[in-house]
């Protein structure tokens, strides 16, 4: 019943949090964009975890449907995601790498209390703390590229519609 109790406390903190993370001033399309891309990345990497044992989920939402943690899967990883990005918005590359652990850290320590006190999840197989807090760091970086990424594509092509523009107005006024 402990389990359960922790799990649904953990579910509400992480619904509310869409609340307050998607309301904050800035990019709001990347802000949806990080958290799917962050679920998609998660999903790839957790799936291959779960199947060869390495983490377990004894108790979790929906257990003849799902093998992970839907919460953690698709809820807190993709949500402090974000959270991440907004941080590190406006930062140099170099302070963004460095952040990550603020982030990351947290996170992998969570979890290995949660793992050590509760049923909610367990390690095998050598998996530990270490290679939760790796895991998190790298999905982090990849995200950050993707969406810097899509933010350079998007200016480039906002510069060449802007510069068609002003060359269709220069060519009006030459005419």
């Not at 406390?9 to 800035?26: D, N, S, V």
């Not at 990424?149 to 107005?169: G, L, W």
Request: aromatic share 18%; proline share 3%; glycine share 6%.
């Amino acid at each position: 019943m402990r389990d359960k109790t922790i799990l649904n406390i953990i579910t509400i903190l992480g619904i509310g949090g869409w609340a307050f993370l998607f309301r904050r001033k800035g990019e709001l399309k990347d802000w949806f964009l990080i958290y799917l891309f962050k679920t998609l990345v998660s999903t790839l990497i957790d799936g291959p975890v779960i199947k060869k044992k390495y983490v377990q989920y004894p108790k979790r939402y929906f257990p003849t449907l799902f093998d992970s943690n839907i919460v953690f899967l698709y809820v807190l990883f993709p949500l402090s995601c974000v959270l991440y990005n907004q941080f590190t918005y406006k930062m140099k590359p170099l302070k963004t790498i460095l952040s990550v652990f603020l982030f990351s850290g947290p996170m992998a320590i969570g979890e290995h209390i949660i793992e050590r006190y509760t049923n909610l999840v367990k390690f095998n197989k050598g998996w530990n703390g270490f290679y939760t807090f790796t895991v998190l760091s790298s999905t982090f970086w990849v995200v950050r590229l993707f969406i810097e990424f899509i933010r350079f594509i998007d200016k480039r092509r906002q510069r060449a519609k802007d510069d068609k523009t002003t060359n269709a107005t220069y060519n009006s006024f030459n005419q």
